[in-house]
C-alpha cells in the first residue's frame, strides 16, 4: 500500500470511529508510530483529521476531553523517563530556583531531581510537592489556589498572582499540544492561565513534551513556539518536524 493510500484509508476510519490511536493505526497498516504520526501530521495539514494526545478525531470534532493525570501517566512512559532524564541537564547551578509545572513527564523529572544539587523549587502540583517534600537539598515552596481534580494542580488568580511576583532562572513546562501554528496549549482555560504566568516569570522556558504531542492543538494557547528556549522530546519525532520546530525558537533536545 502506497502511503497516500494507507493515508486515505486512516482518514476513513478517522471519520467511522469518531477517534483513532497511532497504536492502533501501527497495528492495522504493519507500520511503526513513528510512520503513523507522520501520516497523522500530513492528514491533519490537510484539514482531514485533528490530532489529539496519542492519536486522532475527526477535524470537524469540536469535543475535548481531557484525559485524567493517572490516564496519562501510563501513556508512552519509556519516551517521558527518557525525556525527563535529558532534561536534569538544563537544570540551573547549585542555589538556582526553577518552576516546575504539572504534568506526567514534569512528575518523573521531579522524582529524577539529584539529592545533591541544592534547589529553590516553586511548584503549583501537588504530585510534584509531594516527591520532593522529604528532599533536604530543595528548599520546596507550594502555590495557592484551587486544585482540579483532573490534573491535581492548583489553578486560579491566587495562583496566578503568586507566579506573577516571581522570577525564576528556569520553568520547565509540560503540554498537551504542540504544534507549529498553535505553539503550546492545554484544554483548560484556567491551567493555560498558569502555564503562561510560568512562562512570564522565568528567565528560561524548559518544555519537556514525548513526540505523541507533536501536531496537536488543545483549545487553548499558553505560549508560542519563540517563547520557548529548550523543548526535550524523544526520537519519535519526525526529522521534518525537529527542523520546523527549532525554525520556530527553540534549541530542540532529543534523548
Given at each position: 500500500?502506497y502511503?497516500?493510500e494507507?493515508?486515505?484509508?486512516?482518514?476513513?476510519?478517522?471519520t467511522?470511529?469518531?477517534r483513532?490511536?497511532?497504536?492502533a493505526?501501527a497495528a492495522?497498516?504493519?507500520?511503526?508510530t513513528?510512520?503513523?504520526?507522520?501520516?497523522?501530521s500530513?492528514?491533519?495539514r490537510?484539514g482531514?483529521?485533528?490530532?489529539v494526545?496519542?492519536?486522532?478525531v475527526?477535524?470537524s470534532s469540536?469535543a475535548v476531553?481531557?484525559?485524567?493525570l493517572?490516564?496519562?501517566?501510563?501513556?508512552?512512559?519509556?519516551?517521558k523517563?527518557?525525556?525527563?532524564?535529558?532534561a536534569?541537564?538544563?537544570?540551573?547551578?547549585a542555589?538556582?530556583?526553577v518552576?516546575?509545572?504539572?504534568?506526567s513527564?514534569?512528575?518523573?523529572?521531579?522524582?529524577l531531581?539529584?539529592?545533591?544539587h541544592?534547589?529553590t523549587?516553586?511548584?503549583?502540583?501537588?504530585?510534584v510537592?509531594a516527591?520532593?517534600v522529604?528532599?533536604?537539598?530543595?528548599?520546596?515552596?507550594?502555590?495557592?489556589g484551587r486544585v482540579r481534580?483532573?490534573?491535581q494542580?492548583a489553578v486560579?488568580?491566587d495562583t496566578?498572582?503568586a507566579?506573577?511576583?516571581?522570577?525564576?532562572?528556569i520553568?520547565?513546562?509540560?503540554?498537551?499540544?504542540l504544534?507549529?501554528?498553535?505553539?503550546l496549549?492545554?484544554?483548560?482555560?484556567d491551567?493555560a492561565a498558569?502555564?503562561r504566568?510560568?512562562?512570564?516569570?522565568?528567565?528560561?522556558v524548559?518544555?519537556?513534551?514525548?513526540?505523541?504531542?507533536?501536531?496537536?492543538?488543545?483549545?487553548?494557547?499558553?505560549?508560542?513556539?519563540?517563547?520557548v528556549d529548550v523543548?526535550v522530546?524523544?526520537?519519535?519525532?519526525?526529522?521534518a518536524?525537529?527542523?520546523?520546530?527549532a525554525?520556530?525558537g527553540?534549541?530542540v533536545?532529543v534523548?
Open positions: 500500500m502511503a497516500e494507507r493515508q486515505q484509508a486512516i482518514a476513513q476510519l478517522v467511522e470511529h469518531g483513532l490511536s497511532v497504536a493505526i492495522q497498516f504493519d507500520v511503526t513513528e510512520t503513523a504520526r507522520r501520516d497523522l500530513v492528514l491533519e490537510m482531514l483529521v485533528r490530532r494526545h496519542g492519536g486522532a475527526p477535524a469540536l476531553i481531557e484525559s485524567g493517572g490516564e496519562r501517566d501510563r501513556a508512552n512512559t519509556e519516551e523517563d527518557l525525556i525527563a532524564k535529558a536534569l541537564e538544563q537544570l540551573p547551578p542555589g538556582g530556583t518552576l516546575l509545572d504539572a504534568g513527564t514534569t512528575g518523573r523529572f521531579a522524582s531531581l539529584p539529592r545533591d541544592r534547589l523549587v516553586v511548584t503549583h502540583a501537588v504530585p510537592a516527591r520532593l522529604s528532599h533536604p537539598q530543595i528548599e520546596l515552596h507550594l502555590l495557592p481534580t483532573t490534573t494542580a486560579g488568580a496566578v498572582a507566579i506573577g511576583a516571581l522570577r525564576v532562572d520553568a520547565f513546562l509540560g503540554t498537551n499540544g504544534s507549529l501554528t498553535h505553539g496549549s492545554t484544554p483548560d482555560h491551567e498558569a502555564k504566568a510560568m512562562v512570564a516569570a522565568a528567565r528560561t524548559v518544555c519537556l513534551a514525548d513526540s505523541s504531542k507533536a501536531g496537536s492543538e488543545a483549545a487553548v494557547r499558553f505560549a508560542a513556539l519563540d517563547e523543548l522530546t524523544d526520537s519519535g519525532l519526525a526529522p518536524d525537529r527542523t520546523a520546530f525554525s520556530a527553540p534549541e533536545v534523548a
